[in-house]
């Protein structure tokens, strides 16, 4: 399967960004699906998951109450919509799919991963 992740961007603190995650192939409902995210300097880091059926939802504690993952499997697309930004969550946010029907915050676990998308949080 091959991801294309869009909708990143520059925003000011407190604002919104959705990102969309494209996936190629017949398959996409039966993989969960995951963002991660990766700042300069520092280690990729899980943001959220959600499992085959969109049933199943992981975030971390980062992005809770401010993020929500959905997907739509008739699109052959996972969201990511990002609320409240703060210039922390600046990194280049990646999409990725897993094998796996349930969720996973283990980037070991994804066996396909996009090409991520920029998000900058101005202060």
């Known amino acids: 399967v091959q991801l294309q992740a869009s909708g990143g961007g520059l925003v000011q603190a407190g604002g919104s960004l959705r990102l969309s995650c494209a996936a190629s192939?017949?398959?996409?409902?039966?993989?969960?699906m995951g963002w991660f995210r990766q700042a300069p300097g520092k280690e990729r880091e899980f943001v959220a998951a959600v499992s085959w059926s969109g049933g199943r939802i992981g975030y971390a504690d980062s992005s809770k109450g401010r993020f929500t993952i959905s997907r739509d499997n008739g699109k052959n697309t996972v969201y990511l919509q990002m609320n409240s930004l703060k210039p922390e969550d600046t990194a280049v946010y990646y999409c990725?799919?897993?094998?796996?029907?349930?969720?996973?915050?283990?980037?070991?676990?994804?066996?396909?991963w996009g090409q991520g998308t920029q998000v900058t949080v101005s202060s």
């Open positions: 192939g017949r398959t996409f409902s039966s993989y969960a």
């Open positions: 990725a799919a897993s094998y796996r029907t349930g969720w996973s915050m283990s980037e070991s676990e994804y066996n396909y």
